[in-house]
T-cell receptor
Framework: QKEVEQDPGPLSVPEGAIVSLNCTYS??????FMWYRQYSRKGPELLMYTYSSGNKEDGRFTAQVDKSSKYISLFIRDSQPSDSATYLCAMSLNSGNTPLVFGKGTRLSVIA | NAGVTQTPKFRILKIGQSMTLQCTQDMNHNYMYWYRQDPGMGLKLIYY???????DKGEVPNGYNVSRSTTEDFPLRLELAAPSQTSVYFCASSLAGSVAYEQYFGPGTRLTVT
């Protein structure tokens, strides 16, 4: 079983739709959970991070972590064509120098 | 601040050739990383460094070498290039003490080995 599983998509939605992106993981020791956004032919950039379980909201984006189910989600409300990108989940054991473990990424297209 | 810069942007190598991918950051970050990204495969860590003079292997280090003589620079050396090393290579850096050790990525180097 891979440490981090993420459906690669592609996912295509109409503008204004609510998008749900998900990752599952196997290592219950992961504490920090992040979502990176990667536009085509660019490097990834951090979108959101959460520590342990719970929700975090930032504008149209909401990150959720359910450690009991080893499941994390990113919701995008009122999706825009500019949200079209690949979204990678990432997680780490602690906030120290432990490297991140990335999912494969989900490619999202928001159609105007 | 330029952030993380990588050179070259593109490179084609013949099998058996060697090259160095350059990475420089101007944010005074102590942590630096090298990843490779294959289509549909996410990011895999090659090597990382927690400071000048200290490096450690990641998930896929075979065929690569690194050095970290300064805080700013973290070059990645490919010896005896093989077709399996065709990939996009990303360098990243982060600052110890930030809450989630946010990693800042460079624009990538697209390498083809034929």
């Amino acid at each position: 079983q891979k440490e981090v599983e993420q459906d690669p998509g592609p996912l295509s939605v109409p503008e204004g739709a609510i998008v749900s992106l998900n990752c599952t993981y196997s290592n219950s020791a992961f504490q920090y959970f992040m979502w990176y956004r990667q536009y085509s032919r660019k490097g990834p950039e951090l979108l959101m991070y959460t520590y342990s379980s719970g929700n975090k909201e930032d504008g149209r984006f909401t990150a959720q972590v359910d450690k009991s189910s080893k499941y994390i989600s990113l919701f995008i409300r009122d999706s825009q064509p500019s949200d079209s990108a690949t979204y990678l989940c990432a997680m780490s054991l602690n906030s120290g120098n432990t490297p991140l473990v990335f999912g494969k990424g989900t490619r999202l297209s928001v159609i105007a | 601040n330029a952030g993380v810069t990588q050179t070259p942007k593109f490179r084609i190598l013949k099998i058996g050739q060697s090259m160095t991918l350059q990475c420089t950051q101007d944010m005074n970050h102590n942590y630096m990383y090298w990843y490779r990204q294959d289509p549909g495969m996410g990011l895999k860590l090659i090597y990382y460094s927690v400071g000048a003079g200290i490096t450690d292997k990641g998930e896929v280090p075979n065929g690569y070498n690194v050095s970290r003589s300064t805080t700013e620079d973290f070059p990645l050396r490919l010896e005896l290039a093989a077709p399996s090393q065709t990939s996009v290579y990303f360098c990243a850096s982060s600052l110890a003490g930030s809450v989630a050790y946010e990693q800042y990525f460079g624009p990538g180097t697209r390498l083809t080995v034929t």
